[in-house]
Each structure stands twice: as structure tokens, then as C-alpha cells.
Nanobody, 120 residues
Framework: VQLQASGGGLVQPGGSLRLSCAAS????????MGWYRQAPGKQRELVAH???????NYADSVKGRFTISRDNAKATAYLQMSSLKPEDTAVYYC???????????????WGQGTLVTVSS
């Protein structure tokens, strides 16, 4: 199983980016999916989380600016980021709880990270 994150880049303050996280491999079921970020010198933190049923929750710092969604048919999660601020600069990682075809329990998988830089 692999999680491929993409969509990062350099954007000016106030701009927008859309991150994607595509899961592939011997996947039977994907449960929760989420986005985390880690800024230089800081711990990794939860940005947004979405359940298999579509319920979401967000870090207070991104509420009203970021939207997480998923396309179960494509095994992909998205993070639409708007009104970006310099403090949103970080490496963004996707995460998913996945039950594989041969597995008997859900396991935690991480993508490789995609860098988002907000700067003028």
C-alpha cells in the first residue's frame, strides 16, 4: 500500500492550493483519512481529518480556510487550502487507516509529504 501526496508548492499569502493524497495497492477498505503538517522546528500536528462517512474535523488554526474531502471510488483525499498564511508553511503529510486484502486489522499508513511554502 502506498499513499502518494501531491499538490504542494510556493504560493503568495492569501492564495490557494489543493493537495491530493492517492492510495494504491491491495486495499480492501479505507477508514479515516487525514492531513498533518510539520513546520521547521515544530512537531507534526493534525490539520484535518475525515471519516469514511464524511465527518470532518479541523485544527482551530485552519477552520474556515481549509476543507478536507475524499473520493472513495478513487481512494483519494483532498485538502483545499484557501487564504493561506505564512504560518501555514510546512511539509504536509497524508495519513490513512487501511485494511488490506490480506490483512485482519486496520493499519496506519503515511504519504511521503509535500512542501507548502507561503511567501511573498
Amino acid at each position: 500500500v502506498q499513499l502518494q501526496a501531491s499538490g504542494g508548492g510556493l504560493v503568495q499569502p492569501g492564495g490557494s492550493l489543493r493537495l491530493s493524497c492517492a492510495a494504491s495497492g491491495n486495499i480492501f477498505v479505507i477508514n479515516n483519512m487525514g492531513w498533518y503538517r510539520q513546520a521547521p522546528g515544530k512537531q507534526r500536528e493534525l490539520v484535518a481529518h475525515i471519516t469514511s462517512g464524511g465527518s470532518t474535523n479541523y485544527a482551530d488554526s485552519v477552520k474556515g480556510r481549509f476543507t478536507i474531502s475524499r473520493d472513495n471510488a478513487k481512494a483519494t483525499a483532498y485538502l483545499q487550502m484557501s487564504s493561506l498564511k505564512p504560518e501555514d508553511t510546512a511539509v504536509y503529510y497524508c495519513n490513512a487507516d487501511i485494511l488490506t486484502d490480506s490483512g485482519s486489522y486496520f493499519e496506519d499508513y503515511w504519504g511521503q509529504g509535500t512542501l507548502v511554502t507561503v511567501s511573498s
